[in-house]
Nanobody, 132 residues
Framework: QVQLVESGGGLVQPGGSLRLSCAASGITLDRYAIGWFRQAPGKEREGVSCISSSNDITYYADSVKGRFTIARDNAKNTVYLQMNSLKPEDTAVYYC?????????????????????????WGQGTQVTVSS
């Protein structure tokens, strides 16, 4: 049974930092691109960041570039999202998702990494609230 479990969310003041973790079981993450998405109340789910299955190519939404960093630890089967300089507009439920990549498949084209429809597995989400 495949499980993705997010952790590390919470309440933080503007300008603060959080590190989210996405721990996988039932799959080996080195065969998957891993994306982080978020969804605020009344808004659509949006792609935040993604890391490729190999070569660690990373992708970021313009709204988080320079503030968020995605990284993977294949030995721990875990992907992290370091979030710095948090803003109130970052408040949302954050989800990680796994996208199976077949050998020889080219990297994501343009912003295709941010399309949630292509992902095979999803976690349950973790709440991030940025407020003073």
């Amino acid at each position: 049974q495949v499980q993705l479990v997010e952790s590390g969310g919470g309440l933080v003041q503007p300008g603060g930092s959080l590190r989210l973790s996405c721990a996988a079981s039932g799959i080996t993450l080195d065969r998957y691109a891993i994306g982080w998405f978020r969804q605020a109340p009344g808004k659509e789910r949006e792609g935040v960041s993604c890391i490729s299955s190999s070569n660690d190519i990373t992708y970021y939404a313009d709204s988080v570039k320079g503030r968020f960093t995605i990284a993977r630890d294949n030995a721990k089967n875990t992907v992290y999202l370091q979030m710095n300089s948090l803003k109130p507009e970052d408040t949302a439920v954050y989800y990680c998702a796994a996208y199976l990549v077949f050998p020889g498949t080219p990297p994501f084209d343009g912003s295709s990494w941010s399309n949630p429809l292509g992902y095979d597995y999803w976690g349950q989400g973790t709440q991030v609230t940025v407020s003073s």
